[in-house]
């Protein structure tokens, strides 16, 4: 089995558990469908997958962990809903995104329900056998994504405004929006199935890692992908002004003319998707996607050399692992 299998395996096992824990009475059905909008229309469950395969390496079976993994799943879909509503993004996994569908003020309350459902589902973890302590601890390290999920946002907020970002700024954006998340889900996996400290935190600096390299591969894709296969619009993050690694590159490298042109379209939502490649093209010009491309492989290959060093119970898991990241950065949508 493959990790895309596996992944599949997760998701199925993830999404059935999600259909009963998102059911509510018929007065609220609205917030409830609205709730489980995104989470029906797919998604890859890379976290979810995270966590069952930190549980595993420590020797914890995949089925005992599988309110943990959809826990970290409708954290994620919260932090996406509220995302999309800041962003004016109007679509997420080729559908219209909650707050286009139900207005803004129920989205917002779909990602406040999610945001509990998601403590809801860790505190499950005692009906199949996990120790309190061991929940307790993981639950620490869900509030501790929870925050620091959202100084990330504040930062990537803030970056739009200015023009000078570097790149240890753009890196400690992306360790708190993004890899935040990668790391505390296998951290919580590895936490619930009896993990030595040891393991715990190197898995969770693999984590970090292929955190960043995710994050990097998602600024080329939304560059350089397929508008079908991703699900949502290219060119969006330029649109918002979104200060990608690319973007950072990009300005810290380009003439006096090409950060101009650059600049004028950087935020600016009335701008034409003529106007959007041009500048593609003088970002391509100055390699900038080329040197994203190496960073992402080089936040892997440090990871993959951690994750070497972790003696493993389950070889299968960790062998998965290994593909994960690989698939991470070499992966279209």
Do not use: C
Request: proline residues 2%; charged residues 30%; aromatic residues 6%.
């Amino acid at each position: 089995m493959n990790i895309l299998e596996y992944t599949k395996q997760v998701k199925d096992k993830v999404d059935k558990y999600l259909a009963g824990k998102i059911a509510g009475s018929l007065e609220v059905k609205k917030l409830y469908d609205a709730s489980y909008h995104l989470i029906g229309a797919g998604g890859k469950r890379l976290r979810p997958t995270l966590v069952v395969l930190g549980a595993r390496i420590v020797g914890e079976s995949e089925d005992k962990v599988i309110p943990a993994a959809a826990s970290v799943e409708l954290l994620h879909t919260f932090s996406l809903i509220h995302d999309d509503i800041m962003d004016r993004d109007e679509f997420r996994r080729g559908v219209p995104t909650v707050h286009k569908l139900w207005g803004e003020s129920i989205a917002i309350l779909a990602g406040d329900l999610l945001f509990a459902k998601a403590y809801e589902a860790m505190l499950d973890e005692e009906k199949y056998g996990i120790p309190l302590e061991r929940i307790l601890a993981a639950v620490k390290i869900l509030t501790w994504i929870a925050i620091t999920l959202a100084e990330g946002q504040t930062l990537d907020i803030e970056f739009v405004k200015r023009t000078n970002i570097g790149e240890e700024e753009y890196i400690t954006m992306v360790e708190k929006k993004t890899a935040a998340m990668f790391k505390g889900s296998l951290a919580i996996g590895a936490i619930l199935g009896g993990g030595e400290n040891s393991i715990v935190e190197r898995l969770s600096e693999f984590g970090r890692l292929i955190g960043i390299a995710f994050q990097i591969q998602d600024d080329i894709l939304g560059i350089t992908g397929d508008e079908k296969t991703l699900g949502k619009p290219v060119y969006s993050d330029l649109r918002e002004g979104k200060k990608t690694i690319i973007i950072v590159h990009a300005l810290n490298n380009a003439s006096e003319k090409q950060r101009k042109t650059i600049l004028t379209v950087l935020g600016n939502k009335n701008v034409t998707v003529e106007e959007l490649r041009k500048v593609v093209e003088i970002i391509k010009s100055i390699g900038s996607i080329e040197y994203a491309a190496k960073k992402a492989k080089y936040y892997t290959l440090k990871a993959l050399d951690i994750l070497n060093t972790i003696p493993a119970r389950d070889n299968k898991a960790k062998s998965l692992l290994k593909e994960l990241a690989t698939f991470i950065i070499e992966r279209r949508y």
